[in-house]
């Protein structure tokens, strides 16, 4: 099994709070449905609420969601790419090495439903 994460930039004119309900809502399940066998969301929607000063460095701050999913085969990952092009002015995909420095041995929270805390993402 592979993991690919694609990062993600919403188009303008298309608020965060709307960018995650299609992803959770719409994309998802299409997602899964195309050979995802997991799939984790996060989306930058805290912006304006994690005290300053933050670290987002490059063009972290634009970021709109990162998206990792596993797949059999990286090569069956158009249906994937195209599901996640809608809605979006940009989408970088990478075939990544995994690595949990930090595991959420507790996760009570259901699918779909925001986690508590932040994400740390590098």
Sequence with gaps: MEKLVYLTWKRPDLAIDAYRQTLIEEAAPRLLAAGARKLELQVSDLLGTIPKPMLLMGEGATLSAAVSLWLDCYDERRRIESTLREGTARL????????????????????GARSPGVTHFT
């Design 92 to 111: 970088d995909g990478y075939l990544v090495t995994e690595s949990v420095p930090q595991p959420c041995p507790d996760r009570d929270w259901p699918d």
